[in-house]
């Protein structure tokens, strides 16, 4: 009998992701390292005068963490959609492990955070600084690694990082947000509530998504909460399949959107942020202000507070039962991964704008940050590349 053989599946782009790029993670590595030189140089003055320069209603700094971050938090909803609906969380089981080891993950660092800086009020409204991972960061050193890391490995970091994403949408939603203004909240609700009766009503073109995202962009920046939330609401009302069509077409808005965003998002928009964020002037600074208590906490909740979350969860979930082990990797190599978690850039220092309006407290909660990532990514990299040998062709 003849077979004919079945259509192959979409690619989407986290898995995409695991195969071959690096470039995103290394573009923000070089967009971090480069603001660190150029707010040390003589260039400091322009480069900080710029971030403060207004542009219409928002300054420059402004329109980048709270307009073009909204577009990444757009990406980050379609990929936790596309990933509960049709991919690596599309059923319980593939959900167990991950999902422990995240709020293994999330838990830890924050208690050892708040067990550093649970006297000072203001400083512990940063909790959640080093509760999250940044994907591309993560799986751009793990990408370094090739074939020595197997791709069980690669897919439970990818989606332990997208749970990740979504618990930090979650507490800003919950945790960072200002004085409510009910008008604008209400016509919020309004517009959300448009959206996704043209979801239901199975409208297949994305431009009145994206019109009305607009709006409810306009809307939340001026109602109190963070505008980036409203760039999750928009991709969930997204249509993952369009009207007669299968759910794993790739001509779906969802899928469309989602690749039309992913250059923009990995190459332009969150190296730009790294680069408006990262830039640290280290001029009257000494090497004690590490042991202040919140870069301290920040750091040691990303590097020991994740790895030991992350594993420790992870451990029992497999010891009890609840899940198993990613297939071909040693429990060495899991802890490697583990560490690599500990690497929070993106998120964590939004987080950390969001948590802290003193200058001071924003330069120390990036010194945290920056410092927990980059021993993080070295001591996990270095602990996978001694443990394992590329596997032969």
């Known amino acids: 009998m003849n077979y004919s053989p079945k259509p192959a599946r979409p690619v989407s782009v986290m898995r995409r992701f695991l195969d071959s790029e690096s470039a995103g993670g290394i573009v923000l590595m070089i967009a971090a390292a480069l603001a660190l030189i150029v707010a040390n140089s003589p260039l400091a003055d322009t480069y900080f005068a710029t ?8 300054s420059v700094a402004h329109w980048i963490n709270d307009a073009l971050m909204a577009i990444f938090f757009v990406l980050v909803g379609l990929e936790i959609k596309r990933e509960f609906l049709d991919g690596q969380l599309a059923s319980w089981p593939n959900r167990m492990l991950p999902g422990i080891a995240a709020a293994g993950g999330v838990i830890l660092p924050a208690i050892i955070f708040v067990a550093f800086n649970y006297q000072d009020a203001e400083k512990v409204h940063g909790w959640a600084v080093p509760s999250a991972t940044d994907i591309a960061f993560a799986l751009g050193v793990l990408s370094l690694l090739g074939s020595r890391v197997p791709s069980s490995l690669k897919i439970f970091l990818a989606t332990l990082a997208i749970l990740d994403d979504l618990a ?36 297949a073109k994305l431009l009145p998504y994206l019109i009305g995202g607009i709006f409810l962009w306009f809307f939340v920046l001026n109602s109190g909460v963070h505008a980036t939330v409203a760039g999750v609401v928009t991709a969930l009302m997204i249509p993952l399949k369009p009207a007669k069509a299968k759910p794993d077409d790739m001509s779906s808005p969802l899928h469309r959107l989602e690749h ?11 190296p730009l942020f790294g680069f408006a964020n990262a830039g640290i002037s ?30 420790g969860a992870a451990w029992l979930a497999i010891k009890s039962g609840l899940a198993q082990k990613p297939l071909g990797a040693s429990w060495a190599q899991l802890y490697g991964v583990a560490i690599l978690c ?3 850039f993106t998120m964590s220092i939004f987080i950390g704008l969001l948590s802290f309006d003193s200058d001071l407290l924003q330069a120390e909660t990036k010194i945290g940050v920056l410092t927990g990532s980059a021993i993080s990514a070295i001591c996990g990299y270095v602990m996978l590349r001694m443990l394992s040998r590329p596997k032969k062709a």
């Open 282 to 311: 280290f001029t009257g600074m000494t090497p004690s202000i590490m042991l202040d208590t919140l870069p301290l906490g920040i750091m040691l909740g990303l590097f020991v507070g994740k790895q030991l979350g992350v594993f």
């Open 168 to 203: 930090a949408v979650v507490i800003i939603a919950i945790f960072y947000t200002a004085e409510l203004s009910m008008g604008y909240l209400g016509a919020a609700f309004a517009t959300a509530i448009v959206l996704f009766i043209m979801n239901r009503m199975g409208v």
């Open 260 to 270: 039309a965003l992913a250059k923009p998002v990995a190459f332009f928009i969150v």
């Open 342 to 344: 500990g690497i929070g």
């Open 51 to 58: 971030l403060h320069l207004y542009i219409g209603p928002l």
